[in-house]
Each structure stands twice: as structure tokens, then as C-alpha cells.
């Protein structure tokens, strides 16, 4: 189980930028701080709720992933929040196995209007 690249908690300004954007979606009905680093996001209608854990990682691995997902059960969301920052495909395939999506910012700002399976498998569109 391979780890990843410099794994290490978010800046607080950080986190509280995503929950700003993320304040903004027009499916978002509120935004609270449950640590700094897990987000609960109240959705409205039909969408669940998101409660997502925010790590800096250069690159996000499998190792990393399963200690995530081990230590916090109640997360149905990992995000790797930085524009330069990635996952593996391996890290990615396991979060999904348990029931996670596992995204990047741009992944995340896209799918929080989806729910479900679609959520889960979000992949944006690609680029002209």
C-alpha cells in the first residue's frame, strides 16, 4: 500500500475558503464546522448531506486514504483541496469501495450538485 506525498492538515483560511465557495452553491443550505478539517454540508431537497474531510496532500495515496477513512467513519467525502494537489488512482478506487468520493476542488464544486451514485462518480467535463 503505497502512501503519499506531503500529507498534512489544511491552513484554517484554507478551509474556510471552501466553505465559503461552497455557501455558495444554489444546492447548499448551510455550511458548519464540525473540526478543522471536516465540513458538514446541509444540501437542499433531495441532495444528502456531506460531510467531507479536507487534507493537503501533494499527492493523496491508498495508505493515506484507508488511515482517512479508518480514523473518521462518519465522512462520505475526502477532499485534497489545492489546485496543484492530486490522488492516485488506487487511493481514488479505495475511497469508492467504502462508500467516499474522493475529489479536488474543481471535482467537488462540480459534483455537489449531484447525489448519490452520480456524486460518487462524478468526473467533470472535459475541457474544449
Same mark, same amino acid.
Given at each position: 500500500?503505497? =502512501?503519499?506525498?506531503?500529507?498534512?492538515?489544511?491552513?484554517?483560511?484554507? &478551509?474556510?475558503?471552501?466553505?465559503?465557495?461552497?455557501?455558495?452553491?444554489? #444546492?447548499?443550505?448551510?455550511?458548519?464546522?464540525?473540526?478543522?478539517?471536516?465540513?458538514? &454540508?446541509?444540501? /437542499?431537497?433531495? *441532495?444528502?448531506?456531506?460531510?467531507?474531510?479536507? &487534507?493537503?496532500? =501533494? &499527492?493523496? $495515496?491508498?495508505?493515506?486514504?484507508?488511515?482517512?477513512?479508518?480514523?473518521?467513519?462518519?465522512?462520505? #467525502?475526502?477532499?485534497?483541496?489545492?489546485?496543484?494537489?492530486?490522488? #492516485?488512482? /488506487?487511493? /481514488?478506487?479505495?475511497?469508492?469501495? *467504502?462508500?467516499?468520493?474522493?475529489?479536488? =476542488?474543481?471535482?467537488?464544486? $462540480?459534483?455537489?450538485? =449531484?447525489?448519490?451514485?452520480?456524486?460518487?462518480?462524478?468526473?467533470?467535463?472535459?475541457?474544449?
Amino acid at each position: 500500500m503505497e =502512501y503519499g506525498e506531503r500529507v498534512i492538515k489544511p491552513l484554517p483560511q484554507g &478551509v474556510f475558503q471552501i466553505a465559503e465557495r461552497l455557501q455558495t452553491k444554489p #444546492t447548499v443550505n448551510r455550511v458548519e464546522f464540525i473540526d478543522d478539517q471536516i465540513l458538514k &454540508v446541509s444540501r /437542499k431537497k433531495l *441532495h444528502n448531506d456531506l460531510i467531507i474531510y479536507i &487534507v493537503d496532500a =501533494y &499527492v493523496l $495515496g491508498e495508505g493515506d486514504t484507508f488511515e482517512i477513512i479508518r480514523d473518521n467513519p462518519d465522512i462520505n #467525502t475526502i477532499l485534497v483541496p489545492s489546485l496543484w494537489n492530486q490522488y #492516485t488512482s /488506487k487511493a /481514488k478506487q479505495l475511497a469508492k469501495e *467504502h462508500g467516499i468520493a474522493l475529489f479536488t =476542488y474543481n471535482e467537488l464544486m $462540480g459534483a455537489v450538485f =449531484y447525489n448519490g451514485k452520480k456524486y460518487l462518480d462524478y468526473i467533470p467535463p472535459e475541457k474544449d
